[in-house]
């Protein structure tokens, strides 16, 4: 799955002309911000924010009326429980670019997960299987780093 993702972000950086460069060393990237549009009213805001945050990510709400700034990378996440006694938990995660001011579907999709998780059967409307399911989809996303060139200056 590493290796989809190393391949799935190459072509993505030749075909859409992004300011991402995947470095193979480490599986991370470099991004001129690492800036994150991130929506706090989602259901568990805090732990994708937190899990965002961990991956080197800057999160920020988004502008007034769901604006954006143009090269702007944005969060978009939906989560569906599904069944009638114990409700598997299906989450899928986009990060995209933004190409204008307000997010559309057309906008390039740097790195998408989706995972759906069944166990552990603990209560009936399936929080822990959510947020376990929320771990699974990190793990493969590569780690952001400031791609601004840093001047050092001898004193």
Do not use: W
């Amino acid at each position: 799955m590493k290796y989809l993702a190393l391949i799935a972000l190459y072509s993505f950086n030749s075909f859409a002309e992004v300011n991402v460069v995947l470095n193979e060393g480490d599986y991370s990237f470099n991004h001129p911000t690492c800036l994150i549009r991130f929506d706090s009213k989602l259901e568990f805001a805090d732990k994708l924010e937190k899990k965002l945050k961990e991956k080197g990510f800057k999160t920020d709400a988004y502008l007034p009326e769901g604006k954006l700034n143009p090269e702007d990378m944005y969060f978009h996440f939906t989560l569906n429980r599904v069944g009638f006694i114990y409700k598997e938990c299906q989450l899928e995660f986009k990060i995209q670019e933004a190409k204008s001011v307000k997010p559309v579907s057309s906008d390039p999709v740097f790195f998408s997960a989706k995972t759906t998780r069944s166990l552990p059967r603990v209560t009936f409307s399936g929080d822990e299987r959510c947020t376990r399911g929320i771990d699974d989809l990190f793990v493969e996303l590569p780690n952001c780093r400031s791609g601004r060139a840093f001047i050092k200056t001898n004193k």
